[in-house]
């Protein structure tokens, strides 16, 4: 069988949830994106209507793959934490409960990974040998490792605890909201020791930053005082729809094409 050129992608996220059917060749949307506010305090039965919804929203997309991202670990399709989401999504089968509202199989992975996957695949890590270290800075810290094109799913090294803390408590672009601090400060006071200890602990030969604020990347990357080369995503906020989408129908953990 040949590899298939289209799939749709759902990124699940804290303040919105998207969708899009994706050119896995070239990483472009196939139709404008579609996005539904994310409830407070949403729970399984909620997301997975809106997953439902956004599914519906492109027929054009109903035979494609579909893959999903989470911003927790999932294995096999079971979600096993929720940092920054409502508990009472852990331990629930949410590859299942998705499959049944959109009416086909899915794929469903951890947001960070599918961020790396899109990455890896069209974006900032796209041909880097080696160990690549993907952080994502928004709410929380996700992660993910793409090593020699293959993901190692489910890193959480945004949980790392640093200085008695857990490192996305202090780190994330959440936290220098919260904080009200400065582009200098944050990358002074809070990611310069986070990347050093990662880098220390993990030894990737690049890190590449997602999440909104990469958007901002030239006012705190260039402040840190690192041994990684460290670069921002390519991608931007499509990272996680194209990266739901090439992992859709890849079988295993490997990145697609990579
Ligand atoms: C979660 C990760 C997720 C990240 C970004 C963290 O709090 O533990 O699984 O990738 O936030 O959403």
Redesign the pocket.
Known sequence: MSEPTTGLGIDIGGSGIKGAPVDLTTGEFLKDRLKVPTPHHAGPEQVAEIVGEIAGHFPEAADLPLGITF???VQNGVVR?A??LHKSWIGTDARALFAQVTGRPVRLL???DAAAVAEARHGAAAGVPGVVLMT?L?????TALVVGGNLVPNT?F??LEIDGHDA?SKASSGAKEREGLSYPDWAHKRLQRYYRVVEDLLWPDLIVVGGGVSRKSEKFLPLLDIRTPIVPAQLRNTAGIVGAALAAYGPGTAVPGA
């Open positions: 911003p927790g670990v934490t940092a920054n951890n947001d960070a994502t928004g709410t929380g810290i996700g959480e945004g949980h996305e």
